[in-house]
């Protein structure tokens, strides 16, 4: 029996101004997670892409254009209140996606998993994926799969899991060992590859991990909209879609505004109200 | 018996009840749901105890270390090895996908040989004497010198022994297919003096002004690179690109100086002329320069700022301000290499660039350029020559470069063999039909390729070579990086299929041949021939994976020659008509030259790169006409026509088309090949005098609606 000594909140934080969009992480998560590949993917609707990197304009001509690489795993959302209700979660008719109280991770289990697609359409970040077909592997190539994921069949959705198998396995030395797991024990598969150092992971409740010191998560409800927890008090970082208050434990960092900005659809004047408020000053937690 | 109403009834509820109570019933929709839930077919990776291995990554010249996890040993994920000199944890997609290589379905699976249009599967034995009996053939003809080489990269013990081969056969015929390496040593001997080549040291510069170079795109050592640019904001270094597109560096850099491609040669030339009319740089032959007073008279004639203005379309008054911040820096570099540097570079570009450096003092300085030695940790026994080896030694070389071999072989012929390793240039080089159609003219191809790419496709006996990680190899570093490290790659696994350590197909090959060649190979093996010829640094590169050669920056300050940019040698305009000039677009996410991509990073292309078979070509939509943004249309150039998908992309330079290099690929692997347009194809070698490089990085085309 394992047992939790502490609740965790595993989270990352992307610096977007050092990714350089050059896919390291997509293809690490790809082959961590077993992910197959067909012979065109270039319809990126049913391209299965756990960790997918988008890219964003500032819409100015050149040479005032600026692109903004923005790597999307799923997102982990807390919900509501960050209770644990998140979007998909709250729709699965199966219970094979759920909420990990003890680390915060949304997990996804492909066996009980039917197929009603419940959970994509519920999901605002586009980061489930259907298996619209078995997967295939070029003769020989079932040879590299890793045994810590299984692979998916025909008819399940799947998506980012942050790597829960490393979790596990660092859960378990560290309990063999009699001790709490270290930050750089666990760190999921895109954020050991970049090669820019972009992606920052560890524990949202830990004061001492480097995620938790760039975020600053505020463990208070935003005042002016109790949906929202744990809003980051670093001025740079910012979360997708953050107002619809599915609290996501993946944060985004960037020093340009408009960056900051393209994290949600604002109205007219609304970016004026949000962009200089944060998370309360206090610090907390 | 009579069925009445009351045994009908009882007879009924009985059923009911039986039913209601038998196992059955429970035991069917168990037994359903399990069956439901089984995927016979989705395969259950094998569990067991997860191992760790080192080894360092050959496929591009990176030469990073990896981290191999395997489970019962069975390698299951590639990632970058933590503490390496070079990459320091971090890793590319390329290297990640590596396992997929050695799966790959192009992957030849046994030693072949042409029979008529079909390869025919063969045994190594045969093989051997095969190639051997053909090459005894060639040398008791009297032509040894018939014998040619085409290798991808000359450093590290495997180029050694390959020219070793050609030198105690007795040809002079190795040529090297174009890589950023290759171009620095081309310069270094240009201008500084040969044997040496450039390392710029991104790490410590607080002023790197690129020309062109798609420094986090692949250029150089791509992962060094990248972390080099990753930690400029914490160094407060500058990064100012000289470029005609938005590239993914342009757009990380501070600053972006939009030229005409192709004229960067001319912006570099022009900041010398600043530096030499502004600033107190004396015109001196000082440190032993060669010719500094001819060119300094050059660039006070022909490089005025307004001059350079004409040429670039880079403002005058900004060409002054950007000589001044560069030379006002406390450690600035300039780095050469369109793209990824290696296809369609030129001398005088790569020269003017150094020169620059040069007359900025940033040669041989922290944080400048470093004119590097070679890395001199290997010690070969001289050769054997026997009297065919003597004969052929002393005669000419065919051609000055691979572009100039080509141009030759069309022609005329003159090889009756060729051999070629690590080199794809039916696809690399530009205009691979003229590419290909040279290669018909030589009689007999030998291949050690490990995928039946396209130039193996056109080879007569293929000798399977084993992938990196499948063998023990040393990696030389090179390519731009300021330090020299020499890694040991290891076999992470045993060979897959039947193929063998190219060295060993090689030592085996010489010892079927006799003779002084035989002698000239008596190790056992490749292996056997490793540890001896790094002697020196054997036990430390084997027990630690790696050996650093030199990170510092070298003594003294080497002189400068510049003779050749003097000499005003011929700027290389882009050939052909056309209202448009096409270039190609290096992506990181693609990989370049002879290396293919593997099916993950193909998978991570944007669809605005690659949309189903089509290339999507970048265009300025104020330059567009009537073409609009997805529309399919025809790209014509003076080498060939393609249907091509167009991406309005507003970071391009209006008349500039751009089309991503890496796709187009021919062969057997239906998750790489036949996608999109392979640029090579479009673009026509110029060859550029003095130094043999092909130096048309653009072409002039014409674009129409399909």
Same mark, same amino acid.
């Given at each position: 029996?394992?047992?939790?000594?502490?609740?965790?909140?595993?989270?990352?934080?992307?610096?977007?101004?050092?990714?350089?969009?050059?896919?390291?992480? $997509?293809?690490?998560?790809?082959?961590?997670?077993?992910?197959?590949?067909?012979?065109?993917?270039?319809?990126?609707?049913?391209?299965?892409?756990?960790?997918?990197?988008?890219?964003?304009?500032?819409?100015?001509?050149?040479?005032? !254009?600026?692109?903004?690489?923005?790597?999307?795993?799923?997102?982990?959302?807390?919900?509501?209140?960050?209770?644990?209700?998140?979007?998909?979660?709250?729709?699965?008719?199966?219970?094979?996606?759920?909420?990990?109280?003890? !680390?915060?991770?949304?997990?996804?289990?492909? !066996?009980?998993?039917?197929?009603?697609?419940?959970?994509?359409?519920?999901?605002?970040?586009?980061?489930?994926?259907?298996?619209?077909?078995?997967?295939?592997?070029?003769?020989?190539?079932?040879?590299?799969?890793?045994?810590?994921?299984?692979?998916?069949?025909?008819?399940?959705?799947?998506?980012?899991?942050?790597?829960?198998?490393?979790?596990?396995?660092?859960?378990?030395?560290?309990?063999?060992?009699?001790?709490?797991?270290?930050?750089?024990?666990?760190?999921?598969?895109?954020?050991?590859?970049?090669?820019?150092?972009?992606?920052?992971?560890?524990?949202?409740?830990?004061?001492?991990?480097?995620?938790?010191?760039?975020?600053?998560?505020?463990?208070?409800?935003?005042? $002016?909209?109790?949906?929202?927890?744990?809003?980051?008090?670093?001025?740079?970082?910012?979360?997708?879609?953050?107002? +619809?208050?599915?609290?996501?434990?993946?944060?985004?960092?960037?020093?340009?505004?408009?960056?900051?900005?393209?994290?949600?659809?604002? +109205?007219?004047?609304?970016?004026?109200?949000?962009?200089?408020?944060?998370?309360?000053?206090?610090?907390?937690? | 018996?009579?069925?009445?109403?009351?045994?009908?009834?009882?007879?009924?509820?009985?059923?009911?009840?039986?039913?209601?109570?038998?196992?059955?019933?429970?035991?069917?929709? #168990?037994?359903?749901?399990?069956?439901?839930?089984?995927?016979?077919?989705?395969?259950?990776?094998?569990?067991?105890?997860?191992?760790?291995?080192?080894?360092?990554?050959?496929?591009?010249?990176?030469?990073?270390?990896?981290?191999?996890?395997?489970?019962?040993?069975?390698?299951?994920?590639?990632?970058?090895?933590?503490?390496?000199?070079?990459?320091?944890?971090?890793?590319?997609?390329?290297?990640?996908?590596?396992?997929?290589?050695?799966?790959?379905?192009?992957?030849?699976?046994?030693?072949?040989?042409?029979?008529?249009?079909?390869?025919?599967?063969?045994?190594?034995?045969?093989?051997?004497?095969?190639?051997?009996?053909?090459?005894?053939?060639?040398?008791?003809?009297?032509?040894?010198?018939?014998?040619?080489?085409?290798?991808?990269?000359?450093?590290?013990?495997?180029?050694?022994?390959?020219?070793?081969?050609?030198?105690?056969?007795?040809?002079?015929?190795?040529?090297?297919?174009?890589?950023?390496?290759?171009?620095?040593?081309?310069?270094?001997?240009?201008?500084?003096?040969?044997?040496?080549?450039?390392?710029?040291?991104?790490?410590?510069?607080?002023?790197?002004?690129?020309?062109?170079?798609?420094?986090?795109?692949?250029?150089?050592?791509?992962?060094?690179?990248? /972390?080099?640019?990753?930690?400029?904001?914490?160094?407060?270094?500058?990064?100012?690109?000289? #470029?005609?597109?938005?590239?993914?560096?342009?757009?990380?850099?501070?600053?972006?100086?939009?030229?005409?491609?192709?004229?960067?040669?001319?912006?570099?030339?022009? %900041?010398?002329?600043?530096?030499?009319?502004?600033?107190?740089?004396?015109?001196?032959?000082?440190?032993?320069?060669?010719?500094?007073?001819?060119?300094?008279?050059?660039? *006070?004639?022909?490089?005025?700022?307004?001059?350079?203005?004409?040429?670039?379309?880079?403002?005058?008054?900004?060409?002054?301000?950007?000589?001044?911040?560069?030379?006002?820096?406390?450690?600035?570099?300039?780095?050469?290499?369109?793209?990824?540097?290696?296809?369609?570079?030129?001398?005088?570009?790569?020269?003017?660039?150094?020169?620059?450096?040069?007359?900025?003092?940033? &040669?041989?300085?922290?944080?400048?350029?470093?004119?590097?030695?070679?890395?001199?940790?290997?010690? =070969?026994?001289?050769?054997?020559?026997?009297?065919?080896?003597? /004969?052929?030694?002393?005669?000419?070389?065919?051609?000055?470069?691979?572009?100039?071999?080509?141009?030759?072989?069309?022609?005329?012929?003159?090889?009756?063999?060729?051999?070629?390793?690590?080199?794809?240039?039916?696809?690399?080089?530009?205009?691979?039909?003229?590419?290909?159609?040279?290669?018909?003219?030589?009689?007999?191809?030998?291949?050690?390729?490990?995928?039946?790419?396209?130039?193996? %496709?056109?080879?007569?006996?293929?000798?399977?070579?084993?992938?990196?990680?499948?063998?023990? *190899?040393?990696?030389?570093?090179?390519?731009?990086?300021?330090?020299?490290?020499?890694?040991?790659?290891?076999?992470?696994?045993?060979?897959?299929?039947?193929?063998?350590?190219?060295?060993?197909?090689?030592?085996?090959?010489?010892?079927?041949?006799?003779?002084?060649?035989?002698?000239?190979?008596?190790? *056992?093996?490749?292996?056997?021939?490793?540890?001896?010829?790094?002697?020196?640094?054997?036990? @430390?590169?084997?027990?630690?994976?790696?050996?650093?050669?030199?990170?510092?920056?070298?003594?003294?300050?080497?002189?400068?020659?510049?003779?050749?940019?003097?000499?005003?040698?011929?700027?290389?305009?882009?050939?052909?008509?056309?209202?448009?000039?096409?270039?190609?677009?290096?992506?990181?996410?693609?990989?370049?030259?002879?290396? @293919?991509?593997?099916?993950?990073?193909?998978? @991570?292309?944007?669809? @605005?790169? &690659?949309?189903?078979?089509?290339?999507?070509?970048?265009?300025?939509?104020?330059?567009?006409?009537?073409?609009?943004?997805?529309?399919?249309?025809?790209?014509?150039?003076?080498?060939?026509?393609?249907?091509?998908?167009?991406?309005?992309?507003?970071?391009?330079?209006?008349?500039?088309?751009?089309?991503?290099?890496?796709?187009?690929?021919? =062969?057997?692997?239906?998750?790489?090949?036949?996608?999109?347009?392979?640029?090579?194809?479009?673009?026509?070698?110029?060859?550029?005098?003095?130094?043999?490089?092909?130096?048309?990085?653009?072409?002039?085309?014409?674009?129409?609606?399909?």
């Amino acid at each position: 029996m394992i047992e939790n000594k502490k609740v965790h909140k595993f989270g990352m934080v992307v610096d977007l101004d050092k990714c350089t969009g050059c896919g390291a992480c $997509m293809v690490s998560c790809m082959s961590e997670n077993n992910v197959p590949f067909k012979e065109d993917e270039s319809n990126k609707k049913d391209s299965i892409t756990w960790m997918r990197v988008y890219k964003l304009t500032n819409g100015k001509s050149f040479p005032e !254009t600026e692109i903004v690489y923005l790597p999307r795993p799923c997102q982990h959302c807390g919900g509501i209140g960050d209770h644990g209700h998140s979007p998909c979660v709250s729709v699965c008719p199966a219970t094979a996606t759920d909420y990990g109280y003890d !680390t915060g991770i949304v997990s996804q289990i492909y !066996t009980r998993c039917f197929g009603c697609r419940y959970c994509m359409g519920a999901c605002p970040y586009h980061a489930r994926y259907f298996n619209w077909w078995d997967p295939k592997w070029p003769k020989g190539m079932e040879n590299y799969l890793s045994p810590n994921v299984s692979p998916r069949m025909r008819g399940v959705v799947e998506k980012c899991s942050f790597c829960y198998h490393r979790y596990q396995l660092a859960r378990e030395q560290a309990m063999i060992e009699d001790r709490e797991i270290e930050e750089m024990e666990y760190q999921t598969a895109c954020t050991t590859a970049c090669p820019a150092g972009a992606i920052v992971f560890g524990d949202l409740n830990n004061p001492a991990h480097k995620v938790h010191q760039i975020v600053k998560p505020d463990p208070h409800p935003d005042p $002016m909209n109790h949906k929202v927890v744990g809003k980051s008090r670093n001025p740079k970082v910012f979360r997708l879609l953050e107002r +619809l208050g599915t609290n996501p434990k993946v944060y985004y960092m960037s020093d340009r505004e408009w960056v900051r900005k393209a994290g949600d659809n604002y +109205l007219k004047g609304e970016w004026e109200n949000v962009k200089t408020h944060h998370g309360a000053s206090s610090s907390h937690g | 018996m009579k069925i009445d109403r009351r045994s009908f009834l009882g007879l009924g509820l009985g059923a009911a009840a039986g039913i209601a109570l038998s196992p059955v019933g429970v035991k069917l929709t #168990d037994d359903s749901s399990i069956w439901t839930q089984n995927w016979p077919w989705t395969p259950v990776p094998e569990d067991g105890e997860i191992t760790y291995d080192r080894s360092v990554c050959s496929l591009c010249p990176g030469a990073c270390g990896i981290s191999v996890r395997k489970i019962n040993g069975r390698p299951v994920k590639i990632e970058g090895l933590d503490d390496h000199p070079i990459n320091n944890g971090g890793a590319c997609l390329h290297g990640i996908s590596g396992l997929q290589y050695l799966y790959d379905p192009a992957r030849i699976k046994t030693p072949l040989k042409k029979n008529g249009n079909k390869f025919e599967k063969i045994s190594w034995d045969e093989a051997i004497s095969l190639v051997a009996q053909k090459l005894g053939e060639i040398r008791e003809s009297d032509t040894p010198e018939s014998l040619g080489l085409i290798t991808g990269a000359d450093n590290g013990s495997m180029s050694r022994l390959f020219e070793r081969f050609m030198g105690a056969f007795g040809s002079p015929n190795t040529y090297t297919m174009p890589s950023l390496e290759s171009n620095l040593a081309l310069t270094a001997a240009a201008i500084h003096s040969a044997d040496r080549s450039l390392g710029f040291d991104l790490d410590h510069s607080d002023f790197i002004l690129s020309f062109g170079a798609a420094i986090i795109e692949g250029w150089g050592s791509p992962v060094a690179c990248i /972390q080099a640019n990753a930690s400029r904001r914490e160094r407060k270094a500058k990064l100012v690109q000289v #470029d005609y597109r938005l590239s993914n560096t342009a757009n990380a850099a501070d600053k972006i100086i939009a030229v005409k491609p192709g004229t960067e040669a001319d912006l570099a030339l022009g %900041l010398c002329a600043v530096l030499l009319a502004k600033t107190q740089i004396s015109t001196n032959t000082l440190y032993g320069d060669v010719n500094k007073l001819a060119f300094a008279a050059m660039l *006070e004639k022909e490089y005025t700022p307004d001059k350079v203005e004409a040429i670039t379309g880079v403002k005058a008054a900004d060409i002054e301000a950007l000589a001044m911040e560069f030379i006002k820096a406390k450690a600035p570099v300039a780095v050469p290499g369109k793209g990824r540097g290696d296809v369609g570079q030129s001398l005088r570009e790569f020269a003017a660039v150094q020169a620059l450096n040069a007359l900025a003092g940033r &040669l041989n300085k922290e944080g400048g350029v470093f004119v590097m030695w070679p890395a001199g940790y290997l010690n =070969f026994p001289e050769n054997v020559m026997d009297a065919a080896a003597e /004969q052929g030694a002393g005669k000419a070389k065919l051609a000055g470069s691979v572009n100039e071999l080509v141009d030759k072989l069309e022609k005329d012929g003159g090889l009756s063999a060729l051999f070629i390793y690590n080199a794809n240039p039916c696809y690399a080089l530009n205009n691979p039909e003229k590419v290909k159609a040279a290669m018909d003219k030589v009689g007999f191809k030998v291949s050690f390729s490990s995928f039946m790419d396209e130039t193996a %496709l056109r080879s007569d006996v293929i000798l399977p070579a084993s992938i990196f990680l499948e063998r023990l *190899e040393d990696v030389v570093s090179g390519a731009g990086l300021a330090k020299t490290v020499v890694g040991l790659c290891r076999p992470m696994v045993k060979p897959v299929f039947d193929t063998k350590h190219p060295g060993d197909a090689l030592i085996l090959l010489a010892q079927a041949m006799g003779a002084g060649i035989a002698q000239s190979f008596s190790w *056992e093996s490749y292996e056997a021939c490793l540890e001896e010829v790094t002697e020196k640094i054997w036990d @430390t590169l084997s027990d630690d994976g790696y050996v650093v050669i030199d990170d510092k920056p070298p003594v003294g300050t080497p002189a400068t020659d510049f003779t050749f940019l003097v000499s005003a040698p011929k700027v290389a305009v882009p050939m052909g008509e056309g209202d448009y000039t096409l270039v190609p677009v290096d992506k990181m996410r693609l990989a370049g030259g002879s290396m @293919t991509s593997s099916p993950f990073a193909v998978k @991570t292309v944007s669809d @605005t790169v &690659l949309s189903g078979k089509y290339s999507v070509v970048e265009i300025n939509p104020t330059t567009a006409g009537v073409l609009k943004d997805g529309d399919i249309a025809v790209l014509k150039t003076a080498m060939g026509t393609a249907k091509v998908k167009i991406g309005f992309n507003e970071g391009i330079l209006p008349g500039v088309i751009g089309m991503p290099r890496g796709l187009g690929h021919a =062969f057997n692997n239906p998750y790489v090949a036949g996608k999109g347009v392979n640029v090579n194809d479009l673009i026509g070698p110029v060859i550029e005098p003095g130094s043999g490089l092909d130096a048309a990085f653009g072409i002039k085309a014409s674009l129409s609606k399909a």
